[in-house]
T-cell receptor
Framework: KQEVTQIPAALSVPEGENLVLNCSFT??????LQWFRQDPGKGLTSLLL?????REQTSGRLNASLDKSSGRSTLYIAASQPGDSATYLC??????????FGTGTSLTVIP | NAGVTQTPKFRILKIGQSMTLQCTQD?????MYWYRQDPGMGLKLIYY???????DKGEVPNGYNVSRSTTEDFPLRLELAAPSQTSVYFC????FGGGNQPQHFGDGTRLSIL
């Protein structure tokens, strides 16, 4: 069974700092990996989706990488802003239709 | 631009009661999903559907039922509510198999069983 782990569980950084969030998974036979943002009391917003054949995806200040063989993905956030404060979740889709989520990293960006 | 709409947003049930959580999407997505999110835990897939008339179990289906009579709607039914079903429920949808298309989520239904 796929296990998805996100470290750290919580992170607090000063505004303007670059930061990296980590996601690891135990079964490398994935179809894709997706990073989400979740604000308190809200649903999930998709940030980036990386196909299993890709190494990275970029959107604005966000860059996600994927190393399928080692079971790792990172989400890099450049020049962090207070508005980036949220919980960040990663999810992997196995070659079936099952999705497995990590427990998330709660990010606080201090002005 | 409604996206995925879930109703109700909040609900309190007594043990043994039943209810249906509604989910509708207006993006003509063929895939739809139901998840539950417990405090400090990741989302767990309850059921999913690849198209009208087709549903399948996810990781935690016990105690729930679903149906998919139209492309737009994917209701989740709790027949005999139990305290263990207290959770936040999210509905999501995606285009085709979701392989290269992101999932879109509703804002959730917060359900308490007392």
């Amino acid at each position: 069974k796929q296990e998805v782990t996100q470290i750290p569980a919580a992170l607090s950084v000063p505004e303007g700092e670059n930061l990296v969030l980590n996601c690891s998974f135990t079964d490398s036979a994935i179809y894709n990996l997706q990073w989400f943002r979740q604000d308190p009391g809200k649903g999930l917003t998709s940030l980036l989706l990386i196909q299993s054949s890709q190494r990275e995806q970029t959107s604005g200040r966000l860059n996600a990488s994927l190393d399928k063989s080692s079971g790792r993905s990172t989400l890099y956030i450049a020049a962090s802003q207070p508005g980036d404060s949220a919980t960040y979740l990663c999810a992997v889709r196995n070659t079936g239709n099952q999705f497995y989520f990590g427990t998330g990293t709660s990010l606080t960006v201090i002005p | 631009n409604a996206g995925v709409t879930q109703t109700p947003k909040f609900r309190i049930l007594k043990i043994g009661q039943s209810m249906t959580l509604q989910c509708t999407q207006d993006m003509n997505h063929n895939y739809m999903y139901w998840y539950r999110q417990d405090p400090g835990m990741g989302l767990k897939l309850i059921y999913y559907s690849v198209g009208a008339g087709i549903t399948d179990k996810g990781e935690v289906p016990n105690g729930y039922n679903v149906s998919r009579s139209t492309t737009e709607d994917f209701p989740l039914r709790l027949e005999l509510a139990a305290p263990s079903q207290t959770s936040v429920y999210f509905c999501a949808s995606s285009f085709f198999g979701g392989g290269n298309q992101p999932q879109h989520f509703g804002d959730g239904t917060r359900l308490s069983i007392l």
